[in-house]
């Protein structure tokens, strides 16, 4: 039987406050984007569209006239593009912005002249378009959400609670900023060093023009020529060796056994990457930071509408869940984001500033909490929401942490509103959490056992459709990465199969075929390698972990791991309990119940046959094909 939720003291609502009800609260989840509008659609064509413009167009030589050393311009305009993917997700205005500012830099390279009408051209216009729409219409429905909670909520404003503005938003954001782009001030000092120290010593050397001879690939995968210049044959490194066929001429600068091609003066690529990197992860915090800060302050600036509704903290992952005031079994939930606790003494805030990012920011205490996987789910608790709720909104909420804790806390919302709306294809379920694409609250032993029946024949549970998809999926990559590193001859790359390859056969042949059996005396476990026999006395845990199933012996080396076992992550996506959790769920509850065990003892026939020792011949006779081919 569900608990009442937890009442908020009459002291601590708002005259006049307004209940957010069920009616109200699904006309707001009902405007919410369509499915073509979804930020992963727009970042997929504008990769595809990229990498095909990419492929497609002609790239620059390099030449005498126009060496390739460093193209600021061109890297910068890469940080907009990258920024441009991540902001498509988090920040649809700037999205706007730098769609606008990719569409600029696309003219400037003659995607509207020298290359119209070719395919490969006209998709990157034709993405941005798609992604702009998409952006337009989720800004739209989320001004359609904020009137509408502004309706539900009538005429009624309310300052914000006094702990709540104190609360400072984007300080952590801006030191990482600050970190970051002094990382990427650093590259550009180094790059200018490079590019210096060789129009320094390309002044006082001599000018030559000389022939390509041959082109020639070392012994570390690195492109040389060969050029004949002034009676001697110089042996130079290129990255760009198709720009120098055989008996083209080629300008030379020597100072005594230093010769560089005039074409490709210097090597920073290096040190561009790193600007790269750093600005791109620089300014992105710096946008998050401004963001965060501008709706924190736009959030403090005068009274703001009032509604009175559930909430609930996920039992995973710390995030806050509202459900409408009339809704006391939590059946639908209406919006999450995560929350912290703000202090009016603010050296008490200063301890939760460490998460003050809108990313992915959970309370530490809360999260620690949970990995322990003892304590009891989150209550039901009133609360009063202040703000508009709307997709991107800041808002806070005051509502009883806990029982036994009498005095309303603050909490201001550290990532932005989203609606809570149903990620899945399907459902097999109607509890709210997996209706809402969240991961399922941890069961108690005695409703896993409720769900159970004795039996006298044996229980197993062995590789699905899912996980033999992961164990292909990782097959091809095996096969495909041995067919790289061995097809070019002997390599030191070959160090790598040395290391990666029992991992990877490991991860294949669990995934392929792992199996428990479960009878009268223990489990048999048929991993990668070989079957083992646990006894029942002999089990301390079992516990469903990231995509794999551990049991404990706590005898060490005894312990048992079957890893991977499928794809949870998806599984959840698709509106399925993940087989392997639940596998792990009743496994422990068989552990805990011995009334629940089968009363047979499996058969060698239904232990299952490992498949380690059969896929290293096959890798082997690969192996040995892709050399000999």
Not at 401 to 427: F, G, H, I, Y
Request: aromatic share 8%.
């Amino acid at each position: 039987m569900n608990k009442a939720p937890l009442p908020l003291p009459a002291e601590h609502i708002p005259p006049g406050a307004a209940d957010w009800r069920t009616p109200d609260a699904q006309r707001w989840l009902a405007a919410v984007p369509a499915r073509w509008a979804h930020p992963l659609w727009a970042v997929l064509a504008l990769v595809a569209a990229g990498v095909w413009y990419m492929e497609g167009s002609p790239a620059a030589a390099c030449t005498s006239a126009a060496p390739c050393g460093t193209d600021w311009p061109g890297l910068l305009m890469a940080v907009v593009l990258v920024l441009t993917l991540y902001w498509v997700w988090r920040q649809p205005r700037l999205a706007l912005a730098g769609l606008a500012a990719g569409l600029v830099g696309f003219a400037e390279d003659g995607g509207f002249t020298e290359s119209f009408g070719e395919p490969y051209a006209l998709a990157h216009p034709v993405a941005a378009a798609f992604a702009a729409a998409g952006l337009v219409h989720r800004l739209a429905l989320a001004a359609r959400q904020r009137a509408l909670a502004l309706e539900a909520a009538g005429e009624v404003r309310q300052p914000l609670p006094g702990a709540a503005r104190t609360f400072r938003r984007g300080r952590f954001s801006f030191g990482l900023a600050a970190l970051l782009l002094a990382v990427a001030g650093f590259g550009y000092w180094q790059a200018q060093q490079v590019a210096d120290a060789y129009e320094e010593r390309a002044a006082r050397a001599t000018q030559l023009s000389g022939q390509v001879v041959a082109l020639d690939r070392g012994d570390e995968d690195a492109d040389f020529v060969k050029v004949e210049a002034d009676g001697r044959t110089h042996r130079i490194e290129t990255a760009f060796p198709e720009d120098f066929p055989e008996g083209s001429t080629v300008d030379l600068v020597v100072d005594g056994d230093w010769v560089a091609l005039v074409a490709e003066p210097y090597d920073a690529f290096g040190w561009e990457l790193l600007v790269l990197g750093g600005l791109v992860g620089g300014l992105a915090f710096f946008a998050n930071g401004v963001d965060g800060r501008t709706r924190s302050v736009r959030l403090r600036r005068g009274p703001l509408p009032v509604l009175k509704v559930l909430v609930r903290e996920d039992h995973e992952d710390g995030r806050t869940w509202v459900y409408a005031a009339d809704d006391p079994e939590a059946l639908r939930p209406v919006l999450h984001f995560h929350s912290m606790a703000a202090f009016e003494d603010e050296d008490e805030e200063e301890g939760a500033e460490g998460l003050d990012d809108d990313a992915d920011a959970v309370d530490l205490t809360k999260f620690r909490q949970i990995l322990e996987g003892e304590d009891p789910p989150p209550p039901l608790r009133e609360a009063v929401l202040y703000g508009a709720p709307c997709a991107g909104a800041e808002i806070a909420l005051a509502a009883r942490p806990d029982e036994e804790t009498p005095e309303v806390l603050v909490e201001c919302s550290v990532t932005a509103v989203k609606p809570a709306v149903p990620k899945l294809l399907r459902s097999r379920s109607k509890s709210p959490a997996e209706g809402t694409g969240r991961k399922s609250p941890r069961r108690s032993v005695e409703e896993i056992a409720a769900s159970m029946t004795p039996t006298d024949g044996l229980r197993v549970w062995k590789a699905h459709g899912l996980s033999r998809a992961v164990g292909v999926g990782l097959l091809l990559v095996q096969g495909s990465g041995m067919w790289a590193m061995l097809d070019d001859g002997f390599s030191w790359t070959w160090i790598w199969l040395v290391i990666g390859l029992p991992w990877l056969m490991t991860a294949v042949a669990t995934a392929l075929t792992w199996r428990i059996t479960a009878d009268r005396d223990g489990l048999w476990v048929t991993g990668a390698w070989r079957v083992r026999r646990i006894e029942w006395d002999a089990i301390t845990a079992v516990r469903h972990s990231e995509d794999g199933i551990r049991i404990g012996t706590g005898k060490g080396s005894d312990n048992v791991e079957l890893s991977p076992t499928g794809w949870a992550w998806l599984e959840r996506r698709l509106g399925r309990e993940p087989y392997a959790e639940r596998a792990a769920e009743e496994l422990r509850a068989l552990q805990l119940g011995p009334e629940l065990r089968p009363a047979e003892e499996a058969p060698a026939a239904r232990q299952g046959m490992p498949v380690g020792p059969p896929l290293v011949a096959l890798s082997v006779l690969w192996g040995a094909a892709v050399l000999l081919l």
